[in-house]
């Protein structure tokens, strides 16, 4: 059996950063002070097992937020709204900034946007934490899209007001392509900036790539991962048999009996050690 692995699997420099920020702050502080995330530094599972290991706490709410008396804050990758910052800065507790440069760019786009009286569309899942932080940094006038039918319903009430476009970072480049054209054509003054990440659209190219010359694909990260999913989405446009899996443990060998080739590849919250444990065992196993 031939495997091929992405080159560009694994952790992008976005996750890296805010991984290697936690385990720092956990180096550098005592067992005296407690080390807080806000919502899980990124979507791996096994990562936010080992960080607890560690005596990391998820905070998940505001309200969560509001009752802390002491310790340090560490936000997420995805980034957080304003709102976030405001509570903890009139709360005075300590906090280091994780999150992805990337998204802060996109923070600050829109806010300036805003400010000079845009509509912000944002490209993205809504439920999405990263789209929740972007929408907490613009105005009242913002939509997001994610559907062919909801760019086809979007207007304006004031035709003349300007619309800004920007996307979440992870999103299909394809699909945002798709989606700003039904937003062109509605004649409105648009401005499009395209904020997907560079190593996003790479990954999805070099796994689209791999998936088309091989028997079988197998994509790994974390259920809810947003780009692990868009990229087991184009894998599996490419190839019939395109497993999905967070760990070794959900892989299926006897799926991989019949086939010559596999590929792999993995989002971009996927640690290097499950990557190289799920390609050794397919390599010992055939």
Known sequence: MRIELAKTAGFCFGVKRAVDTVYEQVEKTGA????????PIIH???VIKDMENRGVKVLNSLEELEK???????????GVPRTVY?????KGISYVDATCPFVKKIHK????ESDKGAHIVIIGNAEHPEVKGIRGWSGEDVTVIQTNEEAGKFFLNNEKQRVCVVSQTTFNYNKFKELVEIIDKKGYDIIVLNTICSATKERQEEAYDIAKRVDAMIVIGDARSSNTRKLFEICSNACADTYYIQTLGDLNMNQLRSVETVGITAGASTPKNIIEEVQNNVRINF
């Open 32 to 39: 005296d002070t407690e080390i807080y995330t806000y919502g």
């Open 44 to 46: 791996n599972e096994e």
């Open 68 to 78: 802390l008396e002491s310790g340090i804050v560490i936000i997420r990758s995805h």
């Open 86 to 90: 405001d509570l903890m800065e009139h």
């Open 109 to 112: 786009i829109v806010h300036e």
